[in-house]
């Protein structure tokens, strides 16, 4: 299938509330503009290293989220180029946007991710202390919480996969954010099932 009937089946299956980013992680910039083309104009990118090569070749009414985990000496760069940080899961690395954002004159929406599945090479914060990270860093001047982010546990279990999605639907229920962002190509039905208003689909696009 070509990447436009891979977006038309994707739409088809997901309600118009709901907010698609396509990870273009070792996509081109041409490849990357034929899913723009297509009606996607959110593009998620995990690593600075490979999207600063891309992000200035993208059209302005585009909404660059930076999805990977952020190492705070790369925070300069990121707070320049991208339009939405997902993957906040310290006060310390939200401070450190806020800090870079107030040099810009600019406000960063973020959102907290969290660690779900509770596995240990994951990034995000744990779903205890979610809440108070998200009072925490909507305490600071220049970044603005939009919501919560998580990634399922990579299992063919689909009760596990869909626990981690319930747990991130509860937190979600006791904030005032907009986004719940949650779902990638092979589990994106499960958290739409779930509650989800944003997903971040690579292979699903671009296979």
């Given at each position: 299938?070509?990447?436009?009937?891979n977006i038309q089946k994707i739409k088809s299956e997901v309600d118009e509330s709901v907010t698609i980013v396509a990870v273009t992680k070792n996509r081109t910039v041409d490849e990357?503009?034929?899913?723009?083309?297509?009606?996607?104009?959110?593009?998620?990118?995990?690593?600075?290293?490979?999207?600063r090569e891309k992000m200035d070749s993208l059209p302005p009414f585009v909404t660059k989220h930076f999805i990977g985990h952020l190492q705070t000496n790369k925070v300069k760069d990121v707070v320049k180029h991208f339009d939405?940080?997902?993957?906040?899961?310290?006060?310390?690395?939200?401070k450190k946007i806020s800090e870079e954002c107030i040099?810009?004159?600019?406000?960063?929406?973020?959102?907290?991710?969290?660690n779900t599945s509770n596995?240990?090479?994951?990034?995000?914060?744990?779903?205890?202390?979610?809440?108070?990270?998200?009072?925490?860093?909507?305490?600071?001047?220049?970044?603005?919480?939009?919501?919560?982010?998580?990634?399922?546990?990579m299992s063919n279990d689909e009760k596990k996969v869909r626990k981690c999605f319930r747990l991130l639907k509860k937190l979600f229920d006791k904030t005032d954010a907009q986004y719940l962002s949650m779902g990638?190509?092979?589990?994106?039905?499960?958290?739409?099932?779930?509650?989800a208003n944003m997903i971040r689909i690579g292979s699903a696009i671009f296979v």
């Amino acid at each position: 299938m070509s990447i436009y009937e891979n977006i038309q089946k994707i739409k088809s299956e997901v309600d118009e509330s709901v907010t698609i980013v396509a990870v273009t992680k070792n996509r081109t910039v041409d490849e990357i503009k034929l899913v723009i083309n297509n009606g996607i104009t959110n593009i998620g990118e995990n690593k600075w290293q490979e999207a600063r090569e891309k992000m200035d070749s993208l059209p302005p009414f585009v909404t660059k989220h930076f999805i990977g985990h952020l190492q705070t000496n790369k925070v300069k760069d990121v707070v320049k180029h991208f339009d939405v940080i997902q993957s906040v899961d310290s006060l310390k690395l939200a401070k450190k946007i806020s800090e870079e954002c107030i040099k810009l004159d600019k406000t960063m929406p973020v959102m907290i991710q969290v660690n779900t599945s509770n596995e240990p090479q994951k990034s995000g914060i744990s779903p205890s202390k979610a809440l108070d990270l998200i009072d925490e860093a909507s305490e600071l001047s220049n970044v603005k919480v939009i919501g919560l982010m998580t990634i399922g546990v990579m299992s063919n279990d689909e009760k596990k996969v869909r626990k981690c999605f319930r747990l991130l639907k509860k937190l979600f229920d006791k904030t005032d954010a907009q986004y719940l962002s949650m779902g990638m190509s092979g589990d994106y039905k499960i958290s739409l099932e779930e509650g989800a208003n944003m997903i971040r689909i690579g292979s699903a696009i671009f296979v």
